[in-house]
Structure formats: structure tokens, C-alpha cells
């Protein structure tokens, strides 16, 4: 049994940080890849990040270059996601995806149908 599960989020103001976490518990391998995906009301379920485990090769989005970080404990199975310069438009439902099974293309990382397991989600509001 997988489980993923989400913390960190909260309310913060324009200009500040935010550290998302996301523990993964249960038989997961080591051919593994972790992302983060996030949704607003009204919005489609966007990318935001993920991380190849085994060479921690870290994938973003042109919206998140530059201001969001992805990162891995192998040790602990978790991964983070540390948040700049947030702003009103990246307020949403943030969500931690788990995925599983082989990949032979960086691109099987940047759907949410590329990911086996999810978290629950965590609420990320900037007030602006």
C-alpha cells in the first residue's frame, strides 16, 4: 500500500516562501519519479515540478523556472518543494503524484496520467 502525504501549505503574503512537503510510505522501488502538480478553482490540474530519483534530474515548467525548487530525501522518501516569490496566481490545491513504473521519456512526467499514486493535496494561498 502507497501513501502520499502532503504538508507545508498555508497562507503568505506576495514576495514570500513556502517549503511543501510530501512523505511517500509503502513499497515504492527505487525506479522512481516524483512530482507536483497544482489546481485552482475554476483551473485545469497544471505541473509544477518532478524529480527522477535515481539521478535527480529535476523537470519545471516555464511558469515555475526560476522561483520553484525540487527536491529529495532519498532517505526519507520525500520530496520537497520550495516556493519563491509566490504570487496571487499561484494560489491553489498543491498536490504530490508518485510514479511508479518504468519510464523510458522525460515526457511521461509532465501529465498527471503519467503518475500512479497521489497525495490528498495541500492548500496554498498568497494573498496579493
Known amino acids: 500500500q502507497v501513501q502520499l502525504v502532503e504538508s507545508g501549505g498555508g497562507l503568505v503574503q506576495a514576495g514570500g516562501s513556502l517549503r511543501l512537503s510530501c512523505a511517500a510510505s509503502?513499497?515504492?522501488?527505487?525506479?522512481?519519479?516524483m512530482g507536483w502538480f497544482r489546481q485552482a478553482p475554476g483551473k485545469e490540474r497544471e505541473f509544477v515540478a518532478a524529480?527522477?530519483?535515481?539521478?535527480?534530474?529535476?523537470y519545471y515548467p516555464d511558469s515555475v523556472k526560476g522561483r520553484f525548487t525540487i527536491s529529495g530525501d532519498n532517505a526519507k522518501n520525500t520530496v520537497y518543494l520550495q516556493m519563491n516569490s509566490l504570487n496571487a496566481e499561484d494560489t491553489a490545491v498543491y498536490y504530490c503524484?508518485?510514479?511508479?513504473?518504468?519510464?523510458?521519456?522525460?515526457?511521461?512526467?509532465?501529465?498527471?496520467?503519467?503518475?500512479?499514486?497521489w497525495g490528498q493535496g495541500t492548500q496554498v494561498s498568497v494573498s496579493s
Open positions: 509503502g513499497r515504492i522501488g527505487s525506479n522512481y519519479a
Open positions: 524529480i527522477r530519483w535515481s539521478s535527480s534530474n529535476t
Open positions: 503524484a508518485l510514479r511508479v513504473r518504468p519510464s523510458y521519456s522525460t515526457g511521461t512526467y509532465y501529465g498527471a496520467g503519467g503518475y500512479d499514486y
